[in-house]
């Protein structure tokens, strides 16, 4: 079946530092990829994706590149501030009926700390 | 778009009792999402309507669970028989059919069985 595996965290940065969260995945095809994002308190949003490979999906300053031969989307950010704490959630979506369902890794803990 | 809503947002209960979840998508969206996460992981895929039909339910979804959007608004969750494993939060996100992935997603309700 589909998986997201993301890189183990939490993650704790300095502001200004430059940012990797690793996602690799396993699907049959073509899937489309996404980041989705959880301030505290709120509910997940998308936060950047990308639908075939070697496209770049960017958004705030985040970037991530679907790279097939690896099938790996890892999510960089050159400079991140306190703002961009959150919980970061790589996911997966097939086409055909299950379009639109996603598959989501375990999620990655960010805090940035001035 | 006063965004996806979810009521109660918080509900504790004992084992074997039932418990309702209603979740108010965003009015123009005719996608709904059912996900449920455990801490520490993420968001998994229980079901999902397009208007008022039911088109998939994921084996996670057994005969205690029973979702309904009877008239392609909003939407009810059921779970009968409430068992400690049931404990998690409940995620809603609803999306328009052309950009299903482009899912919004409520708050959550969290359910902790007693």
């Known amino acids: 079946g589909n998986s997201v595996t993301q890189m183990e965290g939490p993650v704790t940065l300095s502001e200004e530092a430059f940012l990797t969260i690793n996602c690799t995945y396993t699907?049959?095809?073509?899937?489309?990829l996404f980041w989705y994002v959880q301030y505290p308190g709120e509910g997940l949003q998308l936060l950047l994706k990308a639908t075939k490979a070697d496209d770049k999906g960017s958004n705030k300053g985040f970037e991530a590149t679907y790279r097939k031969e690896t099938t790996s989307f890892h999510l960089e950010k050159g400079s991140v501030q306190v703002s961009d704490s959150a919980v970061y959630f790589c996911a997966l979506s097939k086409g055909g009926t299950s379009y639109g369902k996603l598959t989501f890794g375990q999620g990655t803990i960010l805090t940035v700390h001035p | 778009d006063t965004g996806v809503s979810q009521d109660p947002r918080h509900k504790i209960t004992k084992r074997g009792q039932n418990v309702t979840f209603r979740c108010d998508p965003i009015?123009?969206?005719?996608?709904l999402y059912w996900y449920r996460q455990t801490l520490g992981q993420g968001p998994e895929f229980l079901t999902y309507?397009?208007?008022?039909?039911?088109?998939?339910k994921s084996r996670l979804l057994s005969d205690r669970f029973s979702a309904e959007r009877p008239k392609g608004s909003f939407s009810t969750l059921e779970i009968q028989r409430t068992e400690q494993g049931d404990s998690a939060m409940y995620l809603c996100?609803?999306?328009?059919?052309?950009?299903?992935?482009?899912?919004?997603f409520g708050p959550g309700t969290r359910l902790t069985v007693t």
């Open positions: 699907a049959t095809g073509y899937p489309s």
């Open positions: 309507f397009q208007n008022e039909a039911q088109l998939e």
């Open positions: 996100a609803s999306s328009s059919e052309g950009l299903a992935h482009e899912q919004y």
């Open positions: 009015s123009e969206h005719n996608r």
